[in-house]
């Protein structure tokens, strides 16, 4: 076979080995060790510099007496989910399995004895559901010899007399050796915080689980050089903008704002809030990992269990517009809320505080629609439809006609029978409601220079938008923030926008802070920062760009290390200004 062969075929293989994943779409991950003991989350043993000898007698008191793996695999299964990813290994070194390499394990220093692993391996098998396990293959906070970038346990040893190979040929390639073996098919394996491992370690990892189970799919934290491992993991609650992933993805979530269990973190995620999560994420063609963080009892917390139940009876009610769907063909946000799609069929999932009255108006669409009806309509009445042309813009308005009241709990769903889902007016287009958003990677971005004093990569960001009702057009800035970022520090170089001839130089201020997002989440808020009013005298096709050092290189060459930015810069937001808004 020729090398062009040969790469056809690896592609091949690993699209057959992504197919489970891909139809997923929704999982449960699952922060569970010793760390639920002091309840304050997986990293308190770092946070607090715990000595090695004191950390490890809390496995003395580890007693999970009410853990029930069929309880937890089939709170997964009720709740939509088709893969459990959990924590075998986490940072603390402490092994949540039989481990025969190291005996700081939950068989061998516990009272407890048993092997959840084991437990949940023959209740994933009974559920239908596949197993996964998380190993922290750098960071082992226990282990002499394991070296990271930056989190190393420095109060117990010496930097200068660990030996990494030690760690990684005694330890983390045997326990993988036992993950891969000792409990079934494993779906994949999920890697975490590479900093620092080389790229050579990184390729001896993923062959190594390669070699145990060609099946077993890789994430792409194994390894911070990009592009290794089967699929991106975004940063910790990140959701990306449309146009940002050309890799299959995942966003792992959590329901509070802490991965391991820590009672005082009250802050729960809502299910409705959280519905909207699972839709925008699989509207941009990712799956979601939503966290649960179980008791040192072994219980899964009761405000994450109601929540699940809540989300199940909507996934399984609406299965049909999530599991097995591409992304959205539009490369932007509804304001009524996100699309998802199969061949022949568009979801339209309406967010239920944004149910039009009357009818639901979406642009852009080319193709023959055959019949438009409501998901939750057993009877599939049909929706009365009316498809128009704007000769001038070169654009298509569809409009469904819709009961007074949404039919769902959170959001509801449209089917759109369609002739081919691809088949769309191209650009952008201001919405019929006279708003559109564009994020800066679904534009053509270039090397740009010339802001503040140059010493700081630019890049400009620029899309054709369509505008058919003329008028004056306000535009806004989205960015995410955390809460000790200040928009004046990060964008301290300033923005240059352009648009329809006009230009606009400013620093974004902190203008409006929006409470609830589809696609902001802790520890971020979503922000918006007023730029100026442009008037469009005439319907047409317009440019606009953006200019910005927050706009990022499309090809770095390591992952990015996630919420290390304080401020990030999402998008560009249109809106009808002037009264004939509608
Ligand atoms: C981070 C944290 C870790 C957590 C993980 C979840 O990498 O180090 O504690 O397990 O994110 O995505």
New binding site residues.
Partial sequence: MNVAGAVQQAKRMQAERMSWWTEAKFGM?I?WGLYALPGEG??HMYGSKIPVAEYESLAEQFNPVRFNAREWVRLARQAGMKYIVI?AK??DGFAMYGSQAEPFNIVDATPFQRDPMKELAQACQEEGIRLCF?YSHV?DWHHPHSVHQSANNIWDYKMEEKQFDLYWNELVKPQLRELLTEYGPIGLIWF??AGGLSKEDSEDIVAHVRRLQPDCLINS?VSHYRGMGDYQ?KG?NETPMYGEESQPWET?MTLNET??YCPKDQVWKTADSLIRKLVNIVSKGGNLLL?VGPSPKGTIPEPAVERLREIGTWTERNAEAIYGTAASPFPYEFDWGAVTAKPGRLFLHVFNDKWPRGHLKLQGMRSRVLKAYLLADPLKRVLPLTHTYHGGTERHTLSVSLPDTAPDQSVSVIVLEVEDVNDLDTGFTVLPSGMLKVDVTSGEVTKADGLGDGTMAARRAAWDIAITEPGTYSLSLISFKRADGALADSYAEGIRLTFAGETIETVPQEDSIIAESPACQHPYKEVHSRLANVFIPVPGTYELTLTSTLIKDRNPRFTEI?QADKVKLRSVMLERADSQQR
Wanted: aromatic fraction near 26%; hydrophobic fraction near 25%.
């Fill in positions: 991950f922060h997986e990293w924590t986490h940072h998380y960071i975490d915080t934290r993991s910790d792992p991965w391991g966290n996630w």
